[in-house]
């Protein structure tokens, strides 16, 4: 990620694409035939080729030669930085690259970010944006930000725009292959070239549409995630919708992707439409259609007579939330785990809050409003009470309740075993004013770095997007969507079902014997 210009980069693109190397070398030209396989590799990862103009400089700038390279690079980085962990680089108890978060900012967060957005006008690979993805993990508060200020997400939203219009117009000529099968053969032969730039275009960019935003959305606090997404956020919440109808379409081959489009972008969908408080926009602002599952999702968590958590069920929010927090627990400090390394450490006692160094520790455990001395001991109460915090959060040994529920994924999970929660510290007989004082304290502590959505603000989504809906909502026969990771439904009611039968089985042991794989039957 060295400094470069436009024209240092056009020139060095150019140069790489020349290929000087001594070929009566057999050694060499046996490896040149091994990297133009992996060339093609590359290059079919987005078919720039297939669907560059016929001619002109366009046609040289998406060259396999040109681009290959990069991509391979932009490859091999990302396999670097998945096996990287947050807190292992940040205290840099890692041995490999990168042992500091710094290492992925060599020349500072801003010139990082120019330079993501650099390459790709050069070189449009999705894999840019899995990488970013993996900075973002590992970086956080020394990237994001530089993401807000130079409109990072804008530019995703942009292209992914540019992917749907391209699959609303080129996917309907796939219109016959329903199954793996069917697609398998036709892959041989039926379908063109250009029928499989558009697949593995589709397939690759909404690939690094997941990777990018559960980092984003799943990951992120509240208060770092606004500012990313603020100004696009409307927008995006309608591409994830266009993308999730597109998907489902039966005339849309199967892709590796389908499956956690279905799972992931209904949620996505509900969570922008509710942090972003679109829910206070109309009237008189005008109707964003949800998809059905994003619509069963919100009533199962937003009932009309209650369209806010209750407090006991915030504190079970705040517990996961802020145990994941890697940022200073102490009212009005900035610093987090990237800035001080080793010195971040986790509260002995509630293994809830974390602090940056002993000043901070001791200033929390003194706070006139919240001190930590008495949120303490309530949070280690009310943990204790629900089976420990393998209940709240990810552990290398969870609880029986839940070993007994089926494998989904950690938010839904989190929402099954909920009422459990519930309904332990309700026989525990946990005061309901000490789990309001929580709530009031997580709040305070979670949300003062910057001001969040209050329904005041709205940004303008595309005016065409109705018709977008209309158009992929409306070819071919209707398909059922599956709800939010597998479970299948048919209205709000049957998902409260599944998550009562999952609390059943959870409480009372046994098997569920209608789970198949990753799919519950009803």
């Known amino acids: ?26 050694a060499i030209a046996a490896y040149h035939k091994v990297g133009e396989k992996g060339e093609m590799v590359s290059i079919q990862r987005c078919f720039l080729e297939a669907n560059a103009p016929a001619s002109g400089s366009m046609k040289e700038r998406y060259s396999t030669p040109r681009i290959a390279f990069i991509i391979k690079a932009f490859c091999i980085l990302h396999s670097g930085l998945v096996e990287s962990g947050v807190r292992g680089v940040a205290k840099g108890t890692v041995d490999t690259w990168p042992t500091s978060p710094m290492d992925l900012v060599p020349f500072g967060a801003d010139e990082l970010v120019w ?15 899995q990488v970013m993805a993996r900075v973002i993990h590992i970086s956080q508060q020394l990237i994001l930000p530089s993401l807000g ?20 117009v080129e996917l309907p000529g ?20 250009k029928a499989k730039a558009v697949m593995s275009r589709w397939t690759h960019h909404t690939e690094a549409l997941l990777v990018l935003f559960e980092v984003i959305l799943d990951e992120l606090t509240a208060d770092y995630r606004m500012p990313l997404l603020l100004g696009c956020e409307t927008k995006l919440m309608q591409l994830f919708a ?11 081959p199967p892709h590796r992707t389908q499956e956690d489009i279905i799972g992931r972008h209904p949620y996505w969908c509900q969570l922008l439409f509710r942090f972003f408080h679109m829910h206070l926009f109309y009237p008189p602002k005008p109707d964003y259609p949800l998809p059905p599952d994003s619509i069963v999702f919100d009533e199962s968590h937003f009932p009309p007579a209650a369209s806010v958590r209750s407090a006991p069920r915030s504190v079970r929010f705040y517990i996961k939330s802020l145990h994941e927090e890697t940022r200073c627990s102490a009212y009005r400090c900035r610093k987090s785990i990237q800035d001080v390394g080793k010195n971040f450490q986790r509260c002995a006692r509630c293994q809830v809050v974390s602090y940056c160094g002993r000043e901070c520790q001791t200033r929390a455990w003194r706070e006139e409003t919240y001190p930590h001395k008495r949120v303490c001991p309530i949070l280690r109460r009310v943990i204790d009470v629900a089976g420990g915090l393998g209940m709240f959060v990810q552990v290398a040994d969870p609880p029986d309740v839940i070993k007994r529920l089926p494998p989904v994924s950690a938010g839904m999970r989190l929402m099954m075993i909920e009422p459990y929660i519930l309904k332990s510290w309700e026989d525990a007989g946990i005061p309901m004013e ?4 929580v709530y009031t ?33 409306v070819r071919g026969p209707k398909r059922e969507f599956p709800v939010l990771y597998g479970f299948r439904r048919t209205n709000h009611h049957i998902l ?27």
């Open 496 to 522: 409260s079902a599944v998550y009562e039968s999952a609390f059943e089985v959870a409480v009372r042991g046994g098997k569920n014997e209608d789970h198949v794989g990753s799919t519950t039957i009803l």
């Open 115 to 129: 330079s993501f957005k650099r390459w790709w006008a050069f070189v449009p690979d999705t894999i840019i944006y």
């Open 149 to 168: 200020k130079l409109k990072f997400c804008h530019s995703v939203v942009d292209s992914t725009r540019e992917l749907v219009d391209f699959a609303m």
């Open 1 to 26: 990620m060295v400094q470069r210009t436009d024209e240092e980069v056009e020139r060095l693109l150019t140069r790489l694409s020349v290929c000087e190397c001594p070929m009566d070398d057999r």
């Open 242 to 252: 266009v993308i999730l109808y597109i998907s489902c379409d039966p005339h849309t």
């Open 434 to 437: 000490e789990l309001e004082y």
């Open 441 to 473: 304290w997580a709040k305070t502590v979670g949300n003062f770095i910057s001001d969040m959505p209050d329904g005041s603000q709205w940004t303008e989504g595309y005016e065409d997007y109705e018709e977008l809906m209309k158009v992929a909502s």
């Open 174 to 193: 796939l219109r016959n292959l329903n199954t793996d099968d069917d697609w398998q053969i036709a892959s041989r032969e039926e379908v063109s070239t």
